[in-house]
């Protein structure tokens, strides 16, 4: 099978619809999280909007350029989830969200994609010059922890987040 990272065109307009109205639905029935948060944050129904301000170019007060990749399945030509690759830490990205945010459509969880799309997106980290790369997830996502742990993540500690969850802080070097 032929995964690989992509960025986001006008060819992929109508997979993008397909997956962010899958994740929306299964949020509403199974009360699931949007991560990565960053394709949600506009509407992808003005697309030429939702791929311009996808990305953060500039930092600012709260945000860090970053970078957005989705995950296609060449064989399907079906999109399988996103990455968000923060190009450094702020103080508020090294206590929570770390350097990668990432996600898998509902229908494509637990086959091993997110491992894979990991494993990708550390490749993206290394070609910006990160070094060692941090990974969060809630301690009850148990399917995120061991994709990290898969791709060389190493557990420093565990705290509290703003949304009162246990949320486990891995690194990996690169």
Excluded at 2 to 25: A, N, P, S, V
């Amino acid at each position: 099978m032929g995964l690989k990272l992509i960025k986001l065109t006008e060819r992929y307009r109508t997979q993008l619809g397909e997956m962010i109205d899958e994740w929306k639905h299964d949020q509403e029935v199974n009360h699931t999280n949007h991560s990565p948060w960053v394709i949600f944050k506009n509407d992808y129904h003005d697309f030429e909007y939702y791929l311009s301000h996808l990305e953060t170019k500039a930092q600012t007060s709260s945000l860090v350029p970053d970078s957005v990749f989705f995950l296609l399945d060449e064989e399907r030509d079906r999109l399988l989830g996103a990455v968000n690759i923060r190009h450094y830490l702020n103080d508020a990205l090294l206590r929570e969200g770390g350097h990668i945010g990432d996600g898998i459509r509902p229908s494509e969880r637990r086959k091993g994609y997110a491992t894979q799309m990991i494993r990708l997106a550390l490749e993206e980290c290394a070609k910006l010059g990160i070094k060692r790369v941090l990974m969060t997830c809630d301690k009850s996502n148990v399917a995120s922890a061991k994709s990290i742990i898969k791709n060389g993540g190493i557990l420093e500690n565990e705290l509290i987040n703003s949304d009162g969850e246990v949320e486990q802080r891995y690194w990996i070097e690169l």
